[in-house]
């Protein structure tokens, strides 16, 4: 198993469509106000940083970052393609994304997720890695529908992707 992570500047069509199938694919999983997934232009806005990985040419995961508050940040739609995951694809993405920001001074790194049995396995992945359940962060409010787990302090790692901007 190998991947390749990029990270994301410009539009890229067969991304879009990876996002979008993220959102089709936790369709159902809680009620609408209950699901935060970013829109694939809001991944690309100022203050969010998003990665792509890739296996053999072809997209198998996503993860973005996105600006909290002063040394904090969220990561934002993590996904491995259905077919792809079971591979290890999921824990290079996240090892990828805790060391980028870790590498940046990052000091916490928070996520919301959903309980639905769907998420089971990403709720264990994060725990895994470390992240512990917390309460609503940013923006968030309390929610039954929604797990919030935090990683504090974010291992210090060297890990900078190269920008792909197409």
């Known amino acids: 198993m190998s991947i390749v992570i990029e990270r994301v500047l410009t539009a890229i069509p067969a991304l879009q469509a ?5 959102h089709a ?12 997934a970013l829109s694939f232009d809001r991944l690309l806005e100022p203050g969010v940083r998003l990665f792509a990985g890739y296996h053999d040419g072809r997209a198998v995961a996503t993860g973005a970052l996105a600006a909290v508050d002063d040394g904090h940040e969220e990561l934002k739609s993590m996904r491995i393609a259905p077919t792809s995951r079971r591979q290890g694809f999921g824990r290079a993405m996240l ?11 990052i000091r916490r790194l ?3 997720t959903g309980r639905d049995p769907f998420f089971a396995p990403a709720r264990a992945l994060y725990a895994d890695a ?23 302090p974010v291992p210090a790692a060297g890990m900078e992707a190269a920008p792909h901007a197409g």
């Open 18 to 22: 990876f996002v979008a199938a993220h």
């Open 25 to 36: 694919e936790m369709e159902g999983t809680a009620p609408p106000e209950s699901q935060h």
């Open 130 to 152: 470390g992240f512990v359940e917390c309460e609503a962060f940013g923006r968030y409010l309390p929610d039954p529908h929604s797990a919030f787990l935090t990683l504090a």
């Open 95 to 105: 090892a990828f994304l805790i060391g980028d920001a870790g590498s940046r001074g």
């Open 110 to 112: 928070s996520l919301e």
